[in-house]
């Protein structure tokens, strides 16, 4: 009876056993490239393991290259300029380039591998992109689903970063977690506060990391993330701004607000829309209407979709992109800061460049 | 023991019991690749190798080693497990060897591992107990039957969507299923010709 069943199982398991040690051994010769050189921006040359994508070579050796997706070919971030020694261009990097940049080389770092000497070129600014190790400092409710944390850093001991940017923080293996995975967070705080970071994270159901955030840690906990990452950031003119956010996407435009001089927000007149439900999804309301105080020429309207009648709401109602109109109507020599979910963003754009706003001058963080 | 020569099972696995459109397996790679003729001739050249080379694996690992033991029963497992290893192997192989092949057909190894129409393949082997030459011979065909169909798919739908108006309900796996149907009733007129099953 036992025989009936231990002994097949025996057979595949010796079967399965023995395929696998050929794979093992295939792959320990066949994927062996050896050491070969790879050289950045014609003057970097480092000697790496083969075999490897660029996205992983590089990580190896502590240069950071954003990426949303781990590597999965889905959110373009990675982009790379590959100079010299790379194949040709595979299927799944087609549908991420334009053609330019394929006429141009640029390729997904996640996709291409180092068999032989290559050549690669990449921003600068991915050289100040480094890996943190950081202690939780404090850990704030700031509505019933977001949670404001403060990072102290411990090594690297400082960071530096423009208001706007954002870190891949790492949810380590946790409960039914198995693999570590990497989500991007915009930090809240000011960089002239550069030993610790301040994220602003919404609880998101099923949400890998956003579970670990909110349910696994204190404070005292070790966390590591890398940055800083992204082109969101106040860009240096006169022109009057016009800031859009909803829910965490607040985190940005805080930053980039807080950090502003009283000269800079004299001169651009900046306005704060943020869009929510109800009362209970608004935060920092008291923050910015004494920043209001603090700083005549900003202005902050919170707008809410649906507020609940126990709210007692005498604000804006309605959906945020129909009352920026209420409030700004020339909008040809502004600029705009926008940052939340897909929805948002996408009708703020539509509404702005009907309202003449040049689509140049729309900067957003998109979830 | 089938007496059929190789030579009418190899024509005969392309055209009259073409694995995809009398028997309808491997549909799924089938529907969602169709959509470029260069992807598709990729992923056919894929399986047609797959296929071939995975029913000779098969008919050793049936008949020296499921056979004698008398384990017959868990040919499905021992012959997923052994098609699994295989592909892992040829990507492996291909990126070594061959750059302009990986990108080519490299990133359509692993899809073809839950191909249903490779395991099919070697489990009509089995039940038609074909020997070893008529086995390759089928396996071969049968991955060739699989890539005309699915070039022929990729050729039609390129046509219709320059030229066809197709109704938004239909649009995507619902025309495609339906001119699917009409190629397999096509092909049903191959039937009189020769017969394997």
Redesign the interface.
């Known amino acids: 009876m036992i025989t009936a069943f231990v002994m ?1 199982a025996l ?2 398991g010796g ?2 056993t023995l ?2 040690v ?2 093992l051994v ?2 320990r010769y ?2 062996d490239y050896g050491e070969v050189e790879l050289t950045i921006n014609d003057e970097k040359k480092l000697k790496v393991k083969g075999g490897n994508t660029v996205l992983g070579t590089l990580k190896e050796h502590r240069i950071f290259i954003p990426s949303a997706c781990g590597g999965r070919a889905t959110c373009g971030y990675c982009k790379v300029k590959a100079v010299s020694g790379f ?6 990097e087609a549908p991420l380039l334009t053609e330019e940049e394929i006429a141009d080389s640029v390729r997904l770092s996640c996709q291409i ?1 180092i068999k032989n000497d290559v050549a690669i070129e990449i921003p600068e600014e991915f050289f100040r992109i480094k890996e943190f190790h950081a202690v939780v400092d404090s850990i704030a409710d700031l509505t019933y689903d977001i949670k404001q944390f403060c990072f102290r850093l411990v090594e690297p001991e400082s960071i530096a970063y423009k208001a706007g940017q954002y870190i891949q923080f790492q949810a380590p293996e946790y409960g039914e977690n198995t693999a570590s995975v990497y989500r991007a967070y915009s930090m809240c705080g000011i960089p002239k506060r550069n030993d610790c970071v301040d994220l602003m994270v919404r609880l998101v159901p099923e949400g890998i990391a956003t579970t670990y955030l909110h349910k696994h840690l204190s404070a005292g906990d070790e966390v590591t993330f890398t940055g800083p990452y992204g082109d969101f950031y106040l860009r240096d003119t006169d022109r009057r701004m016009i800031c859009v956010a909803g829910g965490s996407g607040m985190a940005p435009i805080r930053s980039i607000l807080l950090s502003m001089s009283k000269e800079q927000i004299a001169i651009k007149e900046p306005i704060f829309f943020f869009g929510a439900r109800s009362k209970r999804d608004l935060f920092l309301v008291d923050e910015w209407w004494q920043f209001e105080k603090d700083n005549p020429g900003f202005k902050f309207v919170p707008v809410l979709s649906q507020p609940d009648p126990d709210d007692n709401w005498d604000g804006d109602t309605g959906s945020v992109v129909e009352i920026v109109g209420k409030y700004v109507q020339e909008l040809s020599e502004a600029e705009a800061y926008l940052c939340g979910g897909p929805g948002l963003l996408n009708a703020c754009i539509g509404a702005l460049t009907k309202m003449k706003m040049p689509e140049e001058r729309i900067y957003y963080d998109k979830f | 023991m089938d007496s059929t020569g190789p030579f009418v099972i190899f024509f005969a696995s392309i055209f009259t019991g073409n694995i995809l459109l009398s028997n309808f397996l491997g549909m799924c790679s089938y529907l969602s690749v169709s959509r470029e003729l260069k ?1 598709a001739w ?1 992923l056919g050249l894929a399986v047609a190798f797959v296929m071939t080379c995975t029913c000779a694996v098969n008919y050793f ?1 049936y008949h020296n ?1 499921l056979v004698p ?1 008398n ?1 017959e029963y ?1 040919q499905f ?2 012959f997923i ?2 098609i699994a ?1 295989f592909v ?2 040829v990507e ?2 291909v ?2 060897v061959s ?2 092949l ?2 080519a057909l ?2 359509f190894l692993p899809l073809i591992t839950v191909n249903c129409a490779i395991l099919g393949a070697c489990l009509f082997m089995v039940i038609r107990k074909y020997d070893f030459l008529q086995s390759v011979a089928f396996g071969m065909g049968s991955g060739i039957g699989w890539t005309l169909a699915i070039m022929a798919l990729a050729g039609l739908r390129r046509k219709m969507s320059k030229r066809s108006r197709v109704i938004p309900a239909l649009e995507g796996p619902g025309i495609v299923l339906i001119v699917t149907g009409i190629i397999a009733l096509g092909f049903l007129g191959f039937s009189g010709m020769v017969g394997i099953n």
């Open positions: 097949p057979y595949i079967l399965a395929l696998a050929i794979i295939a792959e066949l994927m194949a040709e261009l595979l299927p799944t591998k | 992807t990729g690992v080693f033991l384990l868990l497992i021992a497990i052994v290893a892992q192997l492996m192989v990126d070594r750059d302009r990986y990108a490299g990133i």
